[in-house]
C-alpha cells in the first residue's frame, strides 16, 4: 500500500464459510495479517443475542450483524426523521442524495396520477363506445333509407288504394244514410195503435227527416179532449218502445171542429240524435 491510511488487518466480507481460509493466504499476499473475529464473542457487546437452539455464527456473519448491532459512536443530536439515511458503521446508502420529495406529496401525487389516468381512460371509453353507437346507427339509418326507397312504389300503391276504399266507404255512408229507416213502419202503426184511446182515430202517419207528425182526432168535448190528448202524450213518452225511439213526444196543434163535439190534433216525435 503507498497512498491512503495503512491498513493493518485485512477482513474479505460476503465469504461463504467453506471459503473463509482465502481471507488469511489473500492476507499474507498483501502483507497483512487476517482480521481474528469471534463472532459469539463480540455478539453481547453490541446488544445482539441468538435464539435458543441456534447454531453459533462464524466471521462471515460480520458484514450483515453490523446492520444491527449497536455499534459505539458519536449519537445524533436529536431523533433521525423517516427520510434522513441512517450514519451507523458497516452500512451502505444507495439511496439519491439531494433534496427528495416527501412520502406524503409522493403518496398524493400518485393519487392524483392515478385518479386522471383513470378518468382518462373512462372519457376514452366513453368516447370510443359513442364512435361505435354513432357508427351503428349511422347504417341503420343508411339501411332503412334502402328499404324504404325499395318499397315507396309499393307505398304509393297502398295510398291510392286507401284514397279511393275510403271514398268508396264515404259513398256507403251517404247511400245507407238516405235509404236506412231508423223504424219500421208496420211496428210503428201498431205501437200507436196498441196505445191510442177508445174515441181517438187516427188519420195521418206522416214522417219528415227528424221524426214522426201523427194526426188524428179525438171524440170527446173540448175540455175534456184537451186533458185526454196531454195524458196520451204522457203515455207515448213513457212507452218502453216509443220511449226508446222518440227523445221528445210533443202535443203541436190543436183544432175544434164545428160540433164542438171532437178536436182534431197533431203531435210530433222526434228520433233520438236527430239534428234540431
Request: glycine share 6%; proline share 6%.
Amino acid at each position: 500500500m503507498t497512498t491512503g491510511p495503512p491498513v493493518g488487518e485485512l477482513y474479505c466480507a460476503y465469504l461463504p464459510a467453506a471459503l473463509s481460509w482465502i481471507a488469511e493466504h489473500l492476507a499474507q499476499v498483501v502483507g497483512r495479517t487476517a482480521l481474528a473475529f469471534d463472532c459469539a464473542a463480540w455478539m453481547p457487546m453490541v446488544n445482539l443475542q441468538l435464539a435458543d437452539g441456534q447454531p453459533a455464527l462464524g466471521r462471515h456473519w460480520l458484514s450483515a450483524l453490523s446492520l444491527i448491532a449497536d455499534l459505539p459512536g458519536p449519537k445524533p443530536a436529536k431523533a433521525p426523521r423517516e427520510n434522513d439515511p441512517y450514519q451507523g458503521p458497516w452500512h451502505l446508502d444507495c439511496r439519491i442524495t439531494g433534496t427528495l420529495p416527501s412520502n406524503n406529496l409522493v403518496r398524493s401525487r400518485f393519487m392524483a396520477n392515478a385518479v386522471a389516468g383513470t378518468m382518462a381512460v373512462g372519457a376514452l371509453m366513453i368516447a370510443c363506445w359513442q364512435l361505435y353507437i354513432d357508427n351503428s346507427l349511422r347504417s341503420e339509418i343508411s339501411y332503412w333509407n334502402q328499404r324504404i326507397q325499395d318499397n315507396q312504389q309499393q307505398a304509393g300503391e297502398l295510398k291510392a288504394l286507401t284514397r279511393t276504399l275510403d271514398e268508396q266507404t264515404a259513398r256507403l255512408d251517404q247511400a245507407y244514410g238516405l235509404v236506412a229507416s231508423p223504424y219500421r213502419l208496420t211496428e210503428l202503426v201498431m205501437a200507436y195503435g196498441r196505445t191510442r184511446p177508445e174515441r181517438m182515430s187516427i188519420q195521418s202517419l206522416n214522417g219528415f227527416a227528424g221524426g214522426v207528425v201523427l194526426r188524428g182526432t179525438l171524440h170527446a168535448p173540448s175540455e175534456l179532449a184537451t186533458q185526454q190528448l196531454r195524458a196520451y202524450v204522457e203515455t207515448l213518452r213513457r212507452d218502453p218502445e216509443l220511449g226508446a225511439l222518440f227523445s221528445t213526444v210533443a202535443l203541436t196543434s190543436l183544432e175544434r171542429t164545428e160540433d164542438d163535439n171532437s178536436l182534431h190534433f197533431e203531435v210530433a216525435c222526434k228520433f233520438k240524435g236527430a239534428q234540431p
